[in-house]
């Protein structure tokens, strides 16, 4: 029999997390609902997964909604802002998590394989980052976390548009942490290495033996590695932090 899970005490703040049906999305989105924060779950496809998720966070005893929406249509990261302020009644935490791969080299990239992706990784999280500012403008207080890689830093064979879209995502962070500090918004970069995942899990032995030895901690990450650094700096206590692009890699790529 599963024990319920205990509550929290509310920080009465909203915390809206793209992509955050599975992987490293949910596991920000429940950490966040354990802390106290009241989570809009964001799904692209997979709704039902969604709803468990939301479920799940409302166990921890605080609010939690689902919201669809298509982020490779342009318009549509800014109308999730939106409706999670129409719906929830404030935003005070964005992390830009949703992100896709569609991986191949270079010359042989389709233009609508590097289009897809740059929308989904990148400009969704400039075009949801604009509609939350002018929200938390008004508040005068508001974090903005974007889940950039590794691999925006240090470069990926095969992963031209992915890197491209992670490496803009930590100088859009940059960016945004200059224009909107004197207003009480901070804005940093999460950038994870290898973390344990379907796609890790599939690796063949000699592969996964490749990418352990260039970890100084000779082991892959786990979702709630990172999700423990995003609820920091969702809270109080990062309230001086700002700018800054910040790896949860076990020493890959150290910055």
Do not use: C
């Not at 042989?108 to 400039?126: C, G, H, I, P, Y």
């Not at 925006?152 to 803009?168: D, F, I």
Request: no cysteine; glycine share 10%.
């Amino acid at each position: 029999m599963t024990e319920p899970q205990q509550t929290t005490t509310s920080t009465g703040k909203v915390a809206l997390v793209t992509g955050s049906s599975r992987g490293l999305g949910r596991a920000m989105a429940l950490e966040l609902a354990r802390s106290g924060f009241s989570v809009a779950i964001h799904y692209g496809r997979n709704q039902a997964e969604a709803e468990k998720v939301a479920a799940e966070a409302q166990g921890f005893g605080v609010q939690a909604e689902v919201f669809g929406a298509d982020l490779t249509a342009p318009a549509n990261a800014s109308a999730l802002v939106d409706q999670v302020i129409a719906r929830m009644g404030r935003l005070d935490v964005l992390v830009n998590n949703a992100g896709i791969t569609r991986d191949t080299l270079a010359i042989r990239m389709k233009d609508e394989d590097w289009d897809a992706v740059l929308q989904t990784n990148l400009s969704s999280a400039f075009t949801a980052s604009r509609a939350a500012i002018k929200h938390m403008m008004r508040a005068r207080a508001g974090r903005i976390i974007n889940i950039a890689s590794v691999v925006g830093l240090m470069g990926n064979p095969g992963q031209a548009n992915y890197v491209a879209s992670k490496a803009g995502l930590i100088g859009l962070t940059k960016a945004l942490a200059k224009e909107y500090g004197g207003r009480g918004i901070t804005v940093n970069a999460v950038a994870p290495g290898f973390i344990q995942s379907d796609m890790t899990a599939e690796l063949n032995e000699d592969t996964r033996k490749a990418y352990l030895a260039g970890i100084p901690l000779a082991r892959f990450g786990q979702p709630e590695d990172v999700a423990a650094l995003v609820v920091f700096l969702a809270s109080d206590a990062a309230g001086y932090i700002t700018g800054q692009t910040i790896g949860v890699d076990g020493g890959l790529y150290p910055h």
